[in-house]
């Protein structure tokens, strides 16, 4: 089976024949027929914008297909699905040895039942098969449950941008891989 054709179920490799439990979580790579759902799914999570988010983030982070398409280039975009329904995105793209995820959401309706340590769980596999040092990824300073998932997943907090994004604090998290 080709690497691009595997499934992770939170962190196992399956493939098409594998039997997955009903609501087990299922992680694969994006096709083009899965854009109209995600630009959905990205609308749904930042749709109304959490507190103290400025409007134009939570703007540039629901794309139209069209946008989405574009940032699918140099981009390696998984979906995680439960129930055959598509409830997360996470992209990994490689820079100078290392990979870096990026717009990573998941549906504000399947929040702590395994579907963003699928997803980061595909982006580490990813990036060790690119065969790079490590994995990093940032988040805004105030997005309290993306800084305990990093935590838990074993990333460290290596450096915060005050002000960086829309006034925002960001910070950054690395993994080694």
């Not at 009903?22 to 109304?48: F, M």
Request: hydrophobic fraction near 40%.
């Amino acid at each position: 089976m080709a690497p691009e054709q595997e499934a992770v179920r939170g962190g196992e490799r399956s493939g098409p024949s594998a039997e997955k439990p009903s609501g087990a979580v299922s992680v694969d790579r994006v096709t083009h027929q899965d854009v109209p759902a995600i630009c959905s799914l990205y609308r749904k999570v930042w749709d109304p914008a959490p507190p103290g988010v400025p409007g134009e983030l939570v703007k540039a982070w629901q794309p139209t297909p069209l946008e989405f398409t574009s940032w699918m280039g140099g981009v390696t975009y998984f979906a995680a699905r439960k129930d055959g329904h598509l409830v997360g995105v996470v992209g990994c793209e490689f820079h100078h040895g290392t990979c870096r995820m990026v717009h990573l959401v998941v549906d504000p309706e399947v929040r702590r039942h395994g579907v963003a340590s699928a997803l980061v769980a595909a982006a580490i596999e990813w990036a060790k098969k690119g065969n790079v040092a490590s994995i990093w990824v940032d988040s805004l300073h105030d997005l309290g449950p993306a800084t305990a998932l990093f935590q838990r997943l074993g990333f460290t907090l290596v450096g915060v941008l005050h002000q960086h994004e829309w006034g925002e604090d960001v910070n950054f998290w690395e993994r080694l891989v």
